[in-house]
């Protein structure tokens, strides 16, 4: 199908830099999902693939072919949007159909084409109704529906779960992927939401302050972060930081969080000269344990969320949280030792944030 | 439940009340005009003040349409109003949108400028119009009437379709443009049709405006070919008396195709008049 290359892209809004040299490319049928906080430069980068901002530098191609200077027209692209953008004086019929009845298909073919997309999206009973007619999930797959009927090269996605409701949410995420799976074409999906760039992606675009912060598959983001921006965004419980640093006992170099010992780990390359250094622990990779080697903690609070228990801690002066899907007997203010294992210690850079690994 | 139902209906005649107050006040000159229209001449000033006079007549009407230029006059205006706020409406139309939908070097001094003109009292700039319309054969036409009106109203008419526009969510414009179509189709296709109402108010506010119009009317034009109502009604005040009977039966003629005109447009007025003010 299509590919979808972008180098060098940069985007200002006059002395503002929004996107500040993005490189990325999206393979042929891929769902690449382009996730962050607010202001990031997501939507603006959707935006320029779709060709509705010129970009101030670089190059964007779809299909192999530069599309720079291409009106969206011409792009051959299908974008949903967020508030869906449903045309407010035309049928569900007429709003699917805009599109060939703008290049002047027969009325045989675009009657099979809105039928088509109908029967697939649930939409038959709905075709003459007008979008104030609809609820927020049909207007929706409406929307949905008026993409695909177009059979268009790339389908672009802006935040089109933002309005709906947690379980419709949940229900239209798997449609979303569904649908994919079906018409196998390359999507670029933006949203702010983690969990829906977990579940949705093949490869996960993290985008922060205008540049791209790492790419790769849901789980690759999720275990081995780039920087301490990733850690954090991606997974809910968030990853616990806590500020540590290397010491040498006993020849024996460790990690030490206020003045217990947290883990036995070699110090990694990139190492600030004062051996400060922040670790990243995520919550359910801690365990509760008993043996003399654990740390000891003191419960703050206990919250049991059916599925299992977030436990808050403290250690050292410095809090952090515990998930685990048992559901232990402990209580406020108790003293109770934890395990962590050194595999499951991330190191950052106190000061950049960047991710120290150690020089293999 | 009775003592909350009675307050309830207190509260609503008193409501009521108020609004036939207003309205009778509002439309009392408009009746006492239609009354003096149909009051022959003779009991004009002799029964003194009346509600409806003892015995009516349509002579002043006949009088009017057949003894006067009146019929000349109605028909100017008729042209001139129109062709006024169809004009009007399409450059304003065309700058709104440009004023809402896109960003350009000098937007904020145009709309500056505009602002402006909207300052200067219409008496103190009748002159230097008049020494620029003479030479370019401007004055006692029609056209002359139209070109100054449109000017006058274009600036105003422009921020009241911004306002139009602005609450048309831009991403419908991008949906289309994705479909398929320019920026041109799209404003024809998708926006246009959602601005209706903007555009009939427009029209309604600016025929208002040009119909009515006095000044200009007065100042620019001599000779009757291109004199529009207004300046006809005058006329029937002459150095000894006022002839009130004909100049009130004329300009109960002159409301006629006013309210015909609000009549057409009235059901999507409201809707107008309101919807810039909230985003859509």
């Not at chain 1, 008026?146 to 059979?151: L, S, Y």
């Not at chain 2, 700058?95 to 219409?122: D, E, W």
Request: aromatic content about 10%; hydrophobic content about 45%; some cysteine.
């Amino acid at each position: 199908m299509t590919t979808i290359d972008i180098r060098g892209v940069e985007k200002n809004f006059g002395p503002v830099s929004v996107l500040k040299g993005i490189n990325l490319s999206v393979a042929s049928g891929e769902f690449v999902v382009l996730v962050g906080p607010s202001g990031c430069g997501k939507s603006t980068l959707l935006r320029l693939i779709a060709g509705l901002e010129d970009a101030s530098a670089g190059e964007i191609r779809i299909g192999g072919r530069v599309v720079n200077d291409l009106p969206p027209k011409d792009r051959d692209i299908a974008m949903v949007f967020q508030s869906y953008a449903l045309y407010p004086h035309m049928t569900v019929r007429n709003n699917m159909s805009y599109s060939l009845r703008l290049k002047r298909t027969p009325k045989k073919v675009i009657a099979d084409a809105v039928a088509k997309a109908g029967a697939k999206l649930g939409l038959q009973s709905l075709e003459d109704r007008k979008p104030r007619q609809l609820s927020g999930g049909q207007r929706q797959r409406v929307a949905m529906g008026r993409a695909i009927v177009r059979k268009p090269k790339a389908f672009l996605f802006d935040e089109p779960l933002s309005n709906l409701d947690a379980r419709l949410r949940e229900q239209m995420r798997f449609e979303i992927r569904k649908l994919h799976r079906e018409l196998g074409a390359t999507s670029v999906y933006v949203t702010h939401d983690q969990i829906e760039a977990m579940t949705m992606a093949d490869r996960i675009v993290a985008m922060n302050g205008g540049i791209i912060q790492q790419v790769g598959t849901p789980l690759q983001l999720y275990d081995d972060p780039a920087n301490r921006f990733v850690a954090e965004f991606i997974g809910s419980p968030a990853m616990n930081f806590l500020d540590a640093w290397f010491v040498s006992a006993d020849g024996a170099p460790g990690l030490q969080v206020g003045d217990q010992s947290i883990a036995k780990l070699a110090p990694p390359a990139g190492l600030p000269a004062d051996g400060r250094v922040t670790i990243g622990i995520r919550p359910e990779r801690i365990a509760i344990g008993g043996e003399t080697e654990s740390i000891g903690a003191r419960v703050e609070l206990v919250e049991p969320t059916g599925v299992g228990t977030v436990v808050h801690l403290e250690v050292g002066g410095q809090f952090l949280k515990l998930f685990t899907t048992d559901r232990p007997r402990i209580a406020a203010d108790d003293l109770i030792h934890i395990d962590i294992n050194s595999d499951d210690v991330r190191l950052f850079h106190p000061e950049t944030g960047t991710r120290l690994r150690h020089a293999t | 439940m009775r003592p909350v139902t009675l307050r309830h209906a207190g509260y609503w005649t008193f409501h009521y009340l108020l609004v036939a107050l207003y309205v009778i006040v509002a439309l009392f000159p408009l009746f006492w005009m239609l009354k003096v229209s149909v009051t022959p001449n003779d009991l004009l000033y002799t029964e003194g003040v009346r509600m409806w006079p003892s015995r009516t007549t349509i002579d002043h009407y006949t009088s009017v349409i057949r003894n006067t230029d009146f019929p000349l006059f109605f028909l100017n205006s008729c042209i001139v109003s129109a062709t006024t706020s169809v004009c009007t409406t399409l450059v304003a139309a065309a700058a709104g949108y440009a004023f809402s939908r896109f960003q350009f070097r000098g937007k904020a001094a145009i709309a500056g400028l505009l602002l402006v003109t909207q300052m200067f009292p219409l008496v103190m700039i009748i002159a230097p119009i008049f020494r620029l319309f003479a030479p370019l054969g401007l004055t006692n036409s029609l056209i002359g009437l139209i070109v100054i009106y449109t000017t006058f109203n274009v600036p105003f008419a422009s921020f009241l379709m911004q306002s139009f526009f602005d609450s048309i969510p831009k991403e419908l414009e991008e949906a289309a443009m994705i479909d398929g179509a320019s920026r041109f189709v799209a404003l024809r296709q998708i926006v246009l049709p959602l601005t209706l109402p903007g555009i009939a108010a427009t029209l309604g506010f600016v025929f208002t405006a040009a119909w009515s119009e006095l000044l200009f009317a007065l100042m620019l034009n001599s000779s009757s070919n291109a004199t529009t109502f207004p300046v006809g009604l005058l006329s029937f005040v002459s150095k000894f008396s006022v002839d009130f009977g004909q100049m009130t039966a004329a300009g109960i003629l002159a409301l006629l195709p006013v309210c015909i005109f609000f009549f057409l447009i009235q059901r999507h007025l409201v809707q107008g008049l309101t919807a810039g003010a909230v985003k859509g």
